[in-house]
């Protein structure tokens, strides 16, 4: 964890994993993982289907029992899946304010939807919102218990190409205020190196490499930095083409 | 870019085809839709009138079907009398009676069986054989052990009743969504919020409709019971009047029995387009 820039380092870090064993049965999923996550810091974790990437992040998020090592971190952090899970028999903000006090909660998930571009819909249904409409008062329920550590489960693989362009600014942006910790469980390449100050590629149950995004290439697709870290990714993943 | 494609696109489309006027925009059907619904409620009308003509003029015998307006005559002379009204109130306080006790078990039964697979393993197969036997089937027995008392028509408007609303609790509860669950989980949510927030309203839409199927039942198990074994409410009306020979009365019994059957369900429908307004099938006239 010496890699990255001194700024994170004050803070108590959002999470830190040790030694994390995880088996289903006879398989043994994650062994020995450790990883770290500084308040505010953004990390991608990049990897083949299989490779244990979500049986962590359901670690983490408390959903699953773990068989070993230690997890130091919040009991109960946002989570945010693939699929809005939206309650379909609430307005925008009783999903929103799911699990707060009520009489608080009202204002909180206004001001949570306003953040995230819906101040106008908080008493609509879920039924009336697009797909990344619906991802957005997803994104809205995660923080508006502003959390230490944010963990995103492919949050933008089911939107379309420009939802998902619009998505990556709002994310960003939100992130950059409310300075979770964050932990991004993706497939997309492009996406980690775009959002991530850190990309981790796990491999058969362990992190099997490390890479710091420098600020520029975070920046643009196009600075070579960017453009080399890409390559290399996708030779890890075992996706490079020829 | 899209303002772009637009400003070039809509003029090309204007110069083919001219912009239609708002009052030619479609052929209006035959009717419209005020005709349609106008007639749908004249044929009944005319067949009212038919039944009201062929009695005046005798081809039908009052003996076998009265006029309506017999029917109605009679229906205010019984109300004078003050019969029908206590009939009518005796009747709906059974129906009533019945139906809460019927619908409050069923719903706990089912709400412990579709939470709980110890509940099930203990309940579920000894609900469904009792299920099994047509519950009119037992009115024999019923008699036997309540007599011709309230209690024998409370227990068997309960009876009926409560197998629908159990089934559909049960299958209510199976039904959500398990990563409602995991989220409630996630967020930290307690049993008791989970049960209030996400699985009770989660499981409404199937228990609503099963009480609209109940309710059903509960008139059945009604007009079967008053009609055999009863000393006052509809069923009894009818009863006596068959002795007397009187069909207006019959007929009366039978209109109301029908009407009650009408309200019961428009209550329902009303309850449901309330309480799921967030349900894609029920909101056609939601605000939102």
């Not at chain 1, 890479?211 to 030779?235: D, F, I, N």
């Not at chain 2, 419209?32 to 009138?49: D, I, K, N, Q, T």
């Not at chain 2, 609209?212 to 019971?225: D, K, P, Q, T």
Request: charged share 20%.
């Amino acid at each position: 964890m010496t890699t990255h820039t001194t700024t994170h380092e004050i803070e108590s870090p959002a999470v830190s994993v040790h030694g994390l064993r995880r088996r289903y049965g006879e398989r043994t999923v994650i062994s020995g993982l450790s990883l770290q996550i500084a308040r505010g810091e953004f990390v991608a974790l990049l990897g083949e289907s299989g490779c244990g990437k979500t049986t962590l992040l359901r670690a983490l998020s408390g959903l699953d029992a773990i068989d070993g090592g230690r997890i130091d971190g919040p009991k109960l952090p946002a989570v945010v899946f693939q699929e809005p899970r939206l309650i379909p028999w609430d307005p925008l903000w009783r999903n929103v304010s799911l699990g707060l006090d009520d009489r608080s909660g009202k204002p909180l998930a206004r001001a949570a939807l306003e953040e995230v571009g819906l101040g106008d819909r908080i008493d609509d249904w879920p039924r009336n919102l697009s797909g990344g409409q619906a991802q957005r008062v997803a994104l809205a329920r995660a923080l508006v218990r502003e959390p230490r550590l944010l963990l995103l489960d492919e949050p933008f693989a089911a939107l379309d190409a420009l939802t998902r362009i619009r998505m990556h600014a709002l994310v960003r942006q939100l992130v950059a205020r409310h300075r979770p910790g964050v932990l991004l469980v993706t497939h997309d390449v492009d996406e980690a190196i775009l959002l991530a100050d850190r990309v981790l590629v796990m491999r058969a149950g362990a992190i099997a490499g490390e890479y710091v995004v420098s600020h520029e290439a975070g920046r643009s697709r196009a600075h070579p930095e960017a453009q080399e870290l890409r390559e290399h990714l996708l030779v890890e993943l075992g996706a490079a083409v020829e | 870019m899209s303002e772009a494609v637009n400003s070039l696109s809509t003029p090309t489309l204007a110069s083919v085809t001219p912009a239609p006027s708002t009052a030619v925009v479609k052929t209006p059907p035959v009717l419209g839709e005020r005709g349609f619904l106008a007639l749908s409620w004249l044929v009944p009308f005319v067949l009212l009138l038919a039944w009201e003509g062929f009695a005046r003029l005798g081809t039908l015998s009052p003996q076998v079907l009265p006029a309506p307006s017999k029917v109605l005559l009679t229906a205010w002379n019984l109300i004078q009398e003050g019969r029908l009204l206590s009939d009518l109130g005796s009747s709906l306080l059974r129906a009533i009676a019945g139906f809460v006790i019927g619908g409050s078990v069923g719903f706990i039964l089912g709400t412990l069986v579709g939470f709980s697979r110890l509940a099930e393993a203990l309940l579920d197969r000894s609900v469904q054989m009792v299920r099994a036997v047509p519950f009119l089937a037992a009115l024999p027995l019923v008699i036997v052990w309540f007599g011709v008392d309230e209690g024998g028509k409370v227990f068997l408007v309960s009876l009926g009743v409560m197998f629908p609303i159990y089934i559909n609790t049960v299958l209510g509860i199976r039904q959500i969504d398990p990563k409602l669950i995991e989220l409630a989980r996630v967020i930290g949510l307690s049993n008791r919020t989970l049960i209030r927030r996400i699985i009770l309203p989660g499981a409404l839409p199937s228990i609503l409709a099963g009480v609209r199927y109940a309710l059903a039942v509960a008139w059945l198990a009604l007009v079967i019971a008053e009609t055999i074994a009863t000393n006052s409410g509809i069923g009894s009306l009818a009863m006596d009047a068959r002795e007397f020979l009187r069909t207006d009365v019959i007929v009366l019994t039978i209109v109301i029995y029908a009407g009650i059957g009408v309200v019961s369900d428009a209550i329902a429908r009303v309850l449901e387009r309330r309480l799921l307004a967030w349900h894609p099938n029920y909101a056609r006239r939601s605000a939102l």
